[in-house]
Nanobody
Framework: QVQLVESGGGLVQPGGSLRLSCAAS????????MGWYRQAPGKQRELVAT???????NYADFVKGRFTISRDIAKNTVYLQMNSLKPEDTAVYYC???????WGRGTQVTVSS
């Protein structure tokens, strides 16, 4: 089972930017697809963006034009560049495969003035 560790969260002002990192324990090209998910208190976990093994990208409507998912194959790392952050982006962000069976600690993103 692949191990994934998220990092890069923090406190930012509305309109600010953050880059999240997801370090994988295996070659990310061996994984069919990876994605970023988020969960705000009292709400369901939702899919934010995905990148498959061929580099195909998909985004949730609420982040299109603001967030970019990318990868560094040599570093076995997937990134989420988040720009133009809004208070409603506040959540714990998780990295996982397209078929998650467990979840890590995630990384907290807080967007507030």
């Amino acid at each position: 089972q692949v191990q994934l560790v998220e990092s890069g969260g923090g406190l930012v002002q509305p309109g600010g930017s953050l880059r999240l990192s997801c370090a994988a324990s295996t070659n990310i090209l061996s994984i069919d697809a990876m994605g970023w998910y988020r969960q705000a208190p009292g709400k369901q976990r939702e899919l934010v963006a995905t990148i498959n093994r061929f580099g195909r990208l998909n985004y949730a409507d609420f982040v299109k034009g603001r967030f970019t998912i990318s990868r560094d194959i040599a570093k076995n790392t997937v990134y989420l560049q988040m720009n133009s952050l809004k208070p409603e982006d506040t959540a714990v962000y998780y990295c996982n495969t397209d078929a998650p069976d467990s979840w890590g600690r995630g990384t907290q993103v807080t967007v507030s003035s």
